[in-house]
Structure formats: C-alpha cells, structure tokens
C-alpha cells in the first residue's frame, strides 16, 4: 500500500522542526500555542506512519484519539491561562510572566 | 511523486506559513489548514476513526478556541517581536532541508528495517475497549482537570461592594 516510509519521516522532521524553530524565536504566548500545535501534528503523523508500517493500525488509531482529546485540553487551559495574564498584565508577551508574584 | 507525498508536503508548506504568518488570525487558520492535512494523511492510511477526531477536533474545535483568543487580545499588544528571525525561516528551513535529505534519511530507511509486524489486527474497538480500557480512565480525568482550570480561572463574577 504505502512504501514510501522513509519519505513520510523526512516531511515529519521537517514539520516538527517549523513548530520547534516557532516556539524558540517567538516571544508571543499565542505563537508558542501554535508551535506546540504543531509539533504534535507532526507526532501524530509519526504514530499512524508506524502503526501503517507494522500493521497496528488499530493501536494507532487508539493512540492518536487519546493525543488527540489530551490535546484539546490542554490547549484550551493553556489559551484560557493566556487570556487571563492578558487581562491582569495588557500584554502577551512570554516574559510578562516573570512578573508573577506567588 | 505522489498524493500521498503531496499531503505531506501541503502540510509542512502549511506549517512553515503559519509561523511566518504576521497576522495571528492567518497563522490560527493556517493551522487548521495543517490541521486537514493530517487529517487527510490519515484518511490516505486508512485510519478512518482517527481521521474524522483529527477534523472534527483539531480543525474545528482549536481553530475556534484559537479564534477567539485572538479576538480577544488586542493586535497592538502582542510582544515587539523580532520579525528578522521569522524571515529567515526559509533559509534555516531550507538548511535543515537539506541536512535531513543526506542525513535523517538513510537512518529512517535503517529504521524501515527495523520494523516489524505487529501481533495480529484487531479492530478499533477491541483496542480501546478491551486492551486499552486504563486510558479511558486517563481521558476522562484529563477532560474533569480541563474543565476544572477553565472553571477557576473564570469564575462566576459575584456582586462588588
């Protein structure tokens, strides 16, 4: 069906590594959400690329949907603990979290 | 080159725009854009189930909750970022290009070697049923812990004196 393994591995690199170039050069809250995002695509794409290759598709599939509702939850927690240092610090730069006092 | 390549291209093209993207409504909606790419890599596997989560949720439901993030902080008040550095993605993107070409893939194509077959093909549902019933557990709590910081970090506003 599907050969081209080594193919899908070097696109899979390639994405994982935008999210991570994202998440280092970014100073925006939101932009690092967005470089998560993507970097756990690129994950799921390598789940189902080895679940195909060994024929576990099943235990695959299992795994994406767990990654996936466990995605979703932390993305919605996280961008809510953004809108939330927005409204206390007027900004959503990385480095206004420094300002948190316990 | 084939479809199934060309999703996989569609998709890291997708990514890179939605780093470079200035605007952070178009790098939300080139994330979803990602989003159905994967989606129909998944569908080009034949993982179905996986495939339509893939859509519905992470296509539509983040799209939404990162919408309206951004709707909800003002465009002025994002950080000063340095934009030279998301200029120059191409260029890194295109050096990590080439390296991966000389260097990642003959070790993927040792690892291809590697593989072996799994133990037998079970259905979906024997899967999360039966093998896998502890991450259900794991799921449901994630999604009761989810609910629970949105809930605290936006109470219920009570009367001010």
């Given at each position: 069906m599907i050969n081209s393994f080594s193919t899908d591995w070097y696109f899979i690199t390639l994405i994982f590594f935008a999210g991570l170039y994202c998440m280092l050069v970014s100073r925006s809250l939101l932009r690092q959400f967005i470089g998560l995002e993507i970097m756990s695509k690129s994950c799921l794409l390598g789940v189902i690329s080895v679940g195909a290759k060994t024929g576990s598709l099943a235990l695959a599939q299992a795994l994406i949907i767990t990654m996936i509702v466990i995605e979703v939850v932390v993305v919605a927690a996280g961008l809510s603990l953004l809108v939330k240092n927005y409204r206390i610090t007027n900004s959503t730069d990385i480095w206004s979290l420094d300002n948190l006092r316990g | 080159m084939t479809y199934h390549t060309l999703l996989f291209l569609l998709v890291a093209v997708a990514a890179v725009a939605a780093v470079m993207a200035r605007n952070l409504l178009l790098s939300a909606l080139m994330l979803a854009l990602v989003s159905v790419g994967a989606s129909l890599i998944l569908f080009d596997f034949q993982a179905p189930w996986a495939a339509v989560f893939e859509l519905s949720v992470c296509a539509g439901l983040i799209t939404v909750l990162f919408v309206s993030a951004v709707s909800l902080i003002?465009?002025?008040?994002?950080a000063a970022e340095n934009r030279a550095r998301f200029y120059a993605m191409p260029l890194v993107m295109g050096i990590v290009a080439i390296a991966a070409w000389f260097y990642a893939v003959p070790y993927f194509e040792a690892l291809e070697n590697w593989a072996r077959l799994g133990a037998r093909p079970v259905s979906l549902g024997t899967v999360i049923w039966?093998?896998?019933?502890?991450d259900l557990l794991g799921q449901v709590s994630m999604l009761a812990a989810g609910v629970f910081v949105v809930n605290s970090i936006f109470p219920r506003r009570k009367k001010q004196k």
């Amino acid at each position: 069906m599907i050969n081209s393994f080594s193919t899908d591995w070097y696109f899979i690199t390639l994405i994982f590594f935008a999210g991570l170039y994202c998440m280092l050069v970014s100073r925006s809250l939101l932009r690092q959400f967005i470089g998560l995002e993507i970097m756990s695509k690129s994950c799921l794409l390598g789940v189902i690329s080895v679940g195909a290759k060994t024929g576990s598709l099943a235990l695959a599939q299992a795994l994406i949907i767990t990654m996936i509702v466990i995605e979703v939850v932390v993305v919605a927690a996280g961008l809510s603990l953004l809108v939330k240092n927005y409204r206390i610090t007027n900004s959503t730069d990385i480095w206004s979290l420094d300002n948190l006092r316990g | 080159m084939t479809y199934h390549t060309l999703l996989f291209l569609l998709v890291a093209v997708a990514a890179v725009a939605a780093v470079m993207a200035r605007n952070l409504l178009l790098s939300a909606l080139m994330l979803a854009l990602v989003s159905v790419g994967a989606s129909l890599i998944l569908f080009d596997f034949q993982a179905p189930w996986a495939a339509v989560f893939e859509l519905s949720v992470c296509a539509g439901l983040i799209t939404v909750l990162f919408v309206s993030a951004v709707s909800l902080i003002r465009h002025e008040a994002g950080a000063a970022e340095n934009r030279a550095r998301f200029y120059a993605m191409p260029l890194v993107m295109g050096i990590v290009a080439i390296a991966a070409w000389f260097y990642a893939v003959p070790y993927f194509e040792a690892l291809e070697n590697w593989a072996r077959l799994g133990a037998r093909p079970v259905s979906l549902g024997t899967v999360i049923w039966n093998i896998r019933r502890f991450d259900l557990l794991g799921q449901v709590s994630m999604l009761a812990a989810g609910v629970f910081v949105v809930n605290s970090i936006f109470p219920r506003r009570k009367k001010q004196k």
